[in-house]
């Protein structure tokens, strides 16, 4: 099945360069983790700790798991890490960003492997909660919903 996602619409601050293209979509529906701490300036914000979806095919199939580091895996054996190159807002708010990441390392041969660079589109919610008044909710962990597209590019 041939990627239908118009690569050619993206935000020009995410959009890949021309010598690649989408060779596989997956849909995710999960959680982003956040954890409570402090940022950079030392205050009270809610962290990144990391994604946990599944991952489905166009066909509505089980493909694999995203995860921590990011990382993207199916049950062929192939897993790849990403490293963000790039950021644009969601259309919508409350949705987490749209991204391009890199490859940053690969494992096993198969589906996952052949990819150059991963686009995260078509986000839903994902956007950590507000803080509690006066640092009530330190060291709280929240779960919260995320559903994305996931283009695969080599």
């Known amino acids: 099945m041939s990627p239908k996602f118009p690569?050619?619409?993206?935000?020009?601050?995410?959009?890949?360069?021309?010598?690649?293209?989408?060779?596989?979509?997956?849909?995710?529906k999960g959680v982003q983790i956040y954890a409570r701490g402090k940022n950079e300036k030392g205050e009270p914000a809610w962290i990144h700790k990391g994604p946990d979806a599944?991952?489905?095919?166009?066909?509505?199939?089980?493909?694999?798991?995203?995860?921590?580091?990011?990382?993207?895996?199916?049950?062929?054996?192939?897993?790849?890490i990403g490293a963000l190159k790039a950021s644009a807002p969601a259309p919508q708010p409350g949705d987490i960003p749209w991204l391009l990441l890199d490859?940053?390392?690969?494992?096993?041969?198969?589906?996952?492997?052949?990819?150059?660079?991963i686009l995260r589109v078509n986000t839903k919610g994902g956007v950590a909660p507000p803080a509690s008044p006066a640092g009530t909710d330190e060291?709280?962990?929240?779960?919260?919903?995320?559903?994305?597209?996931?283009?695969f590019l080599k």
Do not use: C
Request: charged letters at 20%; hydrophobic letters at 40%; zero cysteines.
């Open 103 to 117: 490859i940053k390392s690969r494992e096993g041969e198969g589906a996952l492997t052949q990819a150059k660079a």
């Open 54 to 80: 599944e991952l489905f095919d166009m066909a509505g199939k089980p493909f694999g798991k995203h995860y921590g580091g990011p990382s993207w895996e199916a049950p062929d054996g192939s897993k790849v």
């Open 139 to 151: 060291g709280n962990v929240v779960r919260v919903p995320y559903q994305a597209l996931y283009l």
């Open 7 to 28: 690569v050619q619409d993206l935000p020009a601050a995410i959009r890949p360069p021309v010598s690649l293209s989408a060779y596989l979509e997956v849909s995710a």
